[in-house]
T-cell receptor, first 115, second 114 residues
Framework: NAGVTQTPKFQVLKTGQSMTLQCAQD?????MSWYRQDPGMGLRLIHY???????DQGEVPNGYNVSRSTTEDFPLRLLSAAPSQTSVYFC??????????????FGPGTRLTVT | AQKITQTQPGMFVQEKEAVTLDCTYD???????LFWYKQPSSGEMIFLIY??????QNATEGRYSLNFQKARKSANLVISASQLGDSAMYFC???????????FGTGTRLKVLA
């Protein structure tokens, strides 16, 4: 199993550009999520999905869109990049939501810089 | 409000000593999970240990144990016999069952000294 994969690893965008961060998992996990990690702020939930066709907002959803057309894929779209979106982005998945010893598996992260 | 608080931004510990990393949480959900993750300088997130809110016993995984005090709403991570490879950022997280949202603390950076 490849686990959770994310592409790209690094990206530089200009203000106003749009892009999609890719996330895929091959573990047949129902729950997937996107986080951003900023210094001193831990991981903050952007969007999550409990299954194909079902998504919802997390703590910091503004400026981001998601969709989940398949169990495997959960792309994150930046609609119009802003310098405040400079961050490290993590995708994660788990078989279900954590009411058991069902930990999240994290991708390697994408380091995004918006100039 | 659902919240995780980690009050120690940084900690030092001597190699082979034990260290406790603090985590307090706030939730009104009666059912929740508590997790600890390790993030080395290479950046990946590594799952360490899980505790369910209804578990009677404290969770243990090798050198890691979770000191769960439900009345105090604390879920401290204890690392025994620290190793140089334990130097990393450690995050506490919670999963209130009614929300489908994992909540993370701001992390504690641990440095193990030789």
């Amino acid at each position: 199993n490849a686990g959770v994969t994310q592409t790209p690893k690094f990206q530089v965008l200009k203000t106003g550009q749009s892009m999609t961060l890719q996330c895929a998992q091959d573990m047949n996990h129902e729950y997937m999520s996107w986080y951003r990690q900023d210094p001193g702020m831990g991981l903050r939930l952007i969007h999550y999905s409990v299954g194909a066709g079902i998504t919802d907002q997390g703590e910091v959803p503004n400026g981001y869109n998601v969709s989940r057309s398949t169990t495997e894929d959960f792309p994150l779209r930046l609609l119009s990049a802003a310098p405040s979106q400079t961050s490290v982005y993590f995708c994660a998945s788990s078989y279900s939501f954590g009411d058991s010893d069902d930990e999240q598996y994290f991708g390697p992260g994408t380091r995004l810089t918006v100039t | 409000a659902q919240k995780i608080t980690q009050t120690q931004p940084g900690m030092f510990v001597q190699e082979k000593e034990a260290v406790t990393l603090d985590c307090t949480y706030d939730t009104s959900d009666p059912s929740y999970g508590l997790f600890w993750y390790k993030q080395p300088s290479s950046g990946e997130m590594i799952f360490l240990i899980y505790q369910g809110s209804y578990d009677q016993q404290n969770a243990t995984e090798g050198r890691y144990s979770l000191n769960f005090q439900k009345a105090r709403k604390s879920a401290n991570l204890v690392i025994s016999a620290s190793q140089l490879g334990d130097s990393a950022m450690y995050f506490c997280a919670m999963s209130p069952s009614g929300t489908y949202k994992y909540i993370f603390g701001t992390g504690t950076r641990l440095k193990v000294l030789a």
